[in-house]
């Protein structure tokens, strides 16, 4: 049988099993009871009322977090002629079409992949290499577009990508425990407002079923969904 180690189980203790906190106070909580020696990512789960086997209930989309993410994120543009100036000059770490070969190769050192249209005949042919990492750029999620200057800031600013798993659950970080509580505050009420946002037509009863955030080690903290309905 699991068990949980000594500090997970001591963390624990200081929550209400049974309680659902406010947004503010469960942040505050999840600070309190993060013990690991590492900054830990702050994340949060949330159970909706969708049937993702249904293509017209399947949530998906994007956010810019407003405190950003806590993380540097390494960005590859693929584009030719005037875009591989505009892409450098909004801080991309990686840009060119010479890196389709290196990604051919097994080279993958970068956390966001962005394209402009005209490249996607290409990038498709990498679609199994890619695709299984998260990494094939994709129009709904700002990754495909001739407006790279802006895709590239988003993603170095705090854009991340969320999408419902087989389950009806979303799974999304919102910041770094050494963030200060209205950091995480913000970035919390940011995600929450997209997801609403993001209510498919099709969905029926309760679309938010149940919240919860933790760091990555720590023990989770139910959030009372009164608000979100």
């Known amino acids: 049988m699991k068990t949980h180690g000594k500090k997970f189980r001591?963390?624990?203790e200081r929550r209400d099993h049974a309680k659902a906190y406010e947004a503010k106070q469960a942040i505050a909580l999840v600070k309190d009871m993060a013990f690991a020696k590492f900054d830990e990512s702050v994340e949060v789960a949330i159970r909706l009322g969708v049937d993702p086997r249904h293509a017209d209930q399947v949530v998906r989309g994007?956010?810019?977090l407003p405190a950003g993410t806590g993380k540097t994120m390494r960005v590859l543009v693929i584009a030719t002629g005037?875009?591989?100036q505009e892409a450098q000059d909004a801080g991309a770490d990686f840009v060119g079409t010479e890196f389709l070969?290196?990604?051919?190769?097994?080279w993958l050192d970068f956390d966001v992949l962005i394209a402009t249209p005209d490249q996607m005949g290409q990038l498709g042919q990498l679609g199994r290499v890619l695709g299984p990492r998260g990494l094939m750029p994709n129009p709904k999620a700002g990754t495909v577009t001739f407006d790279v200057g802006k895709a590239v800031r988003e993603s170095k600013g705090g854009k991340i990508e969320f999408r419902v798993d087989k389950g009806g659950n979303?799974?999304?970080?919102?910041?770094?425990?050494?963030?200060?509580?209205?950091?995480?505050e913000t970035n919390f009420s940011a995600l929450m407002d997209t997801i609403v946002r993001a209510k498919p037509a099709a969905a029926k009863g309760?679309?938010?079923?149940?919240?919860?955030?933790?760091s990555s080690m720590g023990p989770g903290v139910t959030i009372d969904t009164?608000?979100?309905?």
């Open 10 to 12: 001591a963390a624990s």
């Open 62 to 64: 994007t956010v810019v």
């Open 82 to 84: 005037a875009k591989v």
């Open 101 to 106: 070969q290196k990604i051919k190769d097994g």
């Open 170 to 184: 979303v799974h999304a970080p919102i910041g770094k425990v050494s963030f200060t509580p209205d950091q995480l």
């Open 206 to 214: 309760v679309y938010i079923r149940n919240v919860a955030i933790s």
């Open 226 to 229: 009164t608000p979100f309905r």
